[in-house]
Structures are given as C-alpha cells and as structure tokens.
T-cell receptor, first 114, second 114 residues
Framework: NAGVTQTPKFRVLKTGQSMTLLCAQDMNHEYMYWYRQDPGMGLRLIHYSVGEGTTAKGEVPDGYNVSRLKKQNFLLGLESAAPSQTSVYFC?????????????FGDGTRLSIL | AQSVAQPEDQVNVAEGNPLTVKCTYSVSGNPYLFWYVQYPNRGLQFLLKYITGDNLVKGSYGFEAEFNKSQTSFHLKKPSALVSDSALYFCAVREGTGRRALTFGSGTRLQVQP
C-alpha cells in the first residue's frame, strides 16, 4: 500500500498563475482533508470531503477550490496564486467518522509563490 | 468551538532523561485527543489517541499520554528520551459529536541532546 500520495512534491509559481495539487489514497477512506502548514501556526484545515462528490470548507478556504470526483482522489486548486499562499500543503485521509481511526498524511507539497 | 494550545515552542532534554510535551484543549463536549509526530520533510505520523477509558494511553515508540479532564490537558510523555525522538510534535482535538475535523496545536519541537 502506498497510503497517501501527493503530487507534485515541490513547485514554484509566479503570482497569478494557477495550479492543481493532487492527493491520492489507496486505503478506501471516505474522508479526505487538505491542510496548510506555516511556521508557528500548526496545521490549518483548508477544505475537506466526507465522501465522493462532496466537499466542505475548513478554517482557511479563501483562494482555494477542491474537487472529489473519485473516492480515491482529492484535488486542491489555486486559481490565481498569491504570495500569501506560499506554504507546505498536506493531504490526509481517514476511514470514516465512526471508526475514530487516525488520519493518514501524505509527505506534503512545498509551494512557493513569487 | 474547539482549540488546542501547546505552550512550548521547543523542549530540550538530555538523552536518557524523561520528557514531557504539554497540551491543553478546549471543546464543548467530550474530547477525542491525538498526538502526531513530524520528521523533517515528512507528513505527520500518528502516535496515540484518547477516545474513552483509561486516562493513561500508550502509543508508538514508547510514548504515552495522560488525559486529565479537570485540567483539560493531554501531555505527551516518555520515560527515557532518545536522540531519534527529536522531531516536531502536534497535539490535536475534535469534539466527540458535531464537527468532525481535527484542530491542531501549533506544534512543539523536541530536541534531545546526546
């Protein structure tokens, strides 16, 4: 099992450019999450999904969009990148709400916006 | 609302000595509490969780945590630190009902000196 795989691992963008971060999990998990990690601020939830075809806003959703067309994939989009979106982005997944199982994390995407 | 506080940005301890990483939480209902560890350039890895039952929870790599409801704390402990324990540690909480996403603390960097 690969677990949670994030692509790409690194990316540098110019302000105003767009891009999509891909998260794939092979554990048949229902719930998937996108976080951003900034120094001294821990992880902040951007968007999450409780199942295929569903998405919901988290703590810091502005400037991002997401889609969950397939159960195993959760995409995070930046339509017009801004320097404030320079961060490390983590995807996570968990089985379902009733299992109380921990979240499994990918290794992150390091994104720099110039 | 739910929140987590990790009051120490960094904890320094000598190898072989006991270590404690502090965490306090705030939730409306019953808390579900988690500890994760992050090594450089990696995603978060699950260490242990408290859902219900015994207040002392044992987890991976010899770590344990004590749930204290009256002090709303969930401190991470290890009897004898190893240099390889040096990493970034995150406490996380969610309410047992209602909001399902985890809220993470800001993280504590543990430095174990040889």
């Amino acid at each position: 099992n690969a677990g949670v795989t994030q692509t790409p691992k690194f990316r540098v963008l110019k302000t105003g450019q767009s891009m999509t971060l891909l998260c794939a999990q092979d554990m048949n998990h229902e719930y998937m999450y996108w976080y951003r990690q900034d120094p001294g601020m821990g992880l902040r939830l951007i968007h999450y999904s409780v199942g295929e075809g569903t998405t919901a806003k988290g703590e810091v959703p502005d400037g991002y969009n997401v889609s969950r067309l397939k159960k195993q994939n959760f995409l995070l989009g930046l339509e017009s990148a801004a320097p404030s979106q320079t961060s490390v982005y983590f995807c996570a997944s968990t089985l379902n709400i009733d299992s109380n199982q921990p979240q499994h994390f990918g290794d992150g995407t390091r994104l720099s916006i110039l | 609302a739910q929140s987590v506080a990790q009051p120490e940005d960094q904890v320094n301890v000598a190898e072989g000595n006991p270590l404690t990483v502090k965490c306090t939480y705030s939730v409306s209902g019953n808390p579900y509490l988690f500890w994760y560890v992050q090594y450089p350039n990696r995603g978060l890895q699950f260490l242990l969780k408290y859902i219900t039952g015994d207040n002392l929870v044992k987890g991976s790599y010899g770590f344990e945590a004590e749930f204290n409801k009256s002090q709303t704390s969930f401190h991470l402990k290890k009897p004898s630190a190893l240099v390889s324990d040096s990493a970034l540690y995150f406490c996380a909480v969610r309410e047992g009902t209602g909001r399902r996403a985890l809220t993470f603390g800001s993280g504590t960097r543990l430095q174990v000196q040889p």
